[in-house]
């Protein structure tokens, strides 16, 4: 096919739907962290989910987190705050996932 025009090469097809589809996988794990947590009370952020990880910031009471993932093993959850990447158990987060934020897991 020589024509100029609208038309699009079929071949490029799948290379266009895998730009399209990536573009909007990126656009989503670029979005804004959304801080609809709290901690309860000044916590220590770890690296890691254990209690031995280094701790890569204090957080007091009230500090505004947002989840990014969960380690149901250890029961806690990794969050950013202040610019921090870390975990945190989960009874010291209140928040919308919470039924009751006082009670113990």
Known sequence: MTGGGLGMNIRRLPAVAFTIIACGLLAALVADPVYNFETTEEIALR???EDEDPVVAHLPAGTRVAPVGV???????QVEAHGHTGYVYTRH????????SSAEP
């Open 47 to 49: 690296e890691g989910p």
């Open 93 to 100: 987060l209140r928040g919308p996932l919470f039924a009751d």
């Open 71 to 77: 380690n149901s093993e250890c029961n806690c959850w």
